[in-house]
């Protein structure tokens, strides 16, 4: 059996999830602004305890590596690399939107094209396009949504589009004949479990002293 700790804190939401063989055994999250200093070590205590399951037991961490906030990132990341160090365990990354689209693969399990959004402040998203599959139909990018950009969605007969960063450019996107709105939801280590689970069978694992969180964009730090 295969034990793997999932942590997901990209955005507002801070959330833990632990599976065995890629089905989730128990999570705890919550979103309620950049609370993941102060909760992420408690909710995987917590995780643990409630699962019975000693670190011990632990065969990898993953961590969702982003596009998402800057802070969230460098928190769950900087864990999720603390553990892995700590416990001698191999470091798995997981794209943020992938687990996005897995969530509503694993809620809808329709064959259709997802495209999760994540507020990347003003009328900019990150963004990206998935199929049932899972497979990446259009790259991931910061994506200033207009009228204009968003003609690139047509292409695709029927698109469900959800994430914090769609709910603000739902006015925008409606124009797009082939697109429907899913609300509420948000990234979630819940949906992370057999992702995770299948890069740890192929061994995909990074390089605990050189990985750094997909930020997408660079940070500029504003002087006064």
């Not at 365990?89 to 694993?106: E, F, K, W, Y």
């Not at 914090?164 to 899913?182: R, S, W």
């Not at 949906?191 to 660079?218: G, N, Q, V």
Request: net charge negative; aromatic share 10%.
């Amino acid at each position: 059996m295969t034990y793997i700790l999932n942590i997901e804190t990209s955005t507002t939401v801070c959330s833990v999830s632990l599976a065995r063989d890629g089905e989730l055994l128990a999570y705890r999250e919550l979103n309620d602004g950049f609370t993941h200093a102060e909760n992420l070590h408690l909710f995987i205590q917590a995780l643990l305890v409630e699962a019975g399951i000693a670190t011990q037991q632990i065969d990898a961490i993953a961590v969702s590596k982003g596009p998402g906030s800057y802070t969230g990132l460098r928190i769950g990341v900087s864990a999720a690399k603390g553990l892995a160090y700590a416990l001698r365990l191999p470091l798995i990354a997981v794209d943020t939107l992938r687990v996005m689209s897995n969530h509503q693969l694993v809620v809808k399990n329709k064959d259709e094209f997802y495209c999760p959004m994540i507020d990347a402040r003003r009328m900019e998203v990150y963004c990206g396009l998935f199929d049932s599959a899972l497979t990446q139909q259009m790259p991931t990018e910061a994506l200033i949504v207009d009228n204009h950009s968003i003609q690139k969605f047509r292409a695709w007969e029927k698109i469900l589009f959800f994430g914090d960063g769609m709910a603000k450019c739902a006015t925008v996107l409606q124009e797009l004949p082939n697109a429907t709105f899913i609300e509420n939801v948000i990234p979630s280590a819940r949906f992370m479990c057999s992702l995770s689970f299948e890069k740890f069978l192929s061994k995909t694992f990074e390089d605990l002293a050189y990985f750094e969180p997909f930020y997408l964009k660079d940070f500029l730090l504003i002087k006064k």
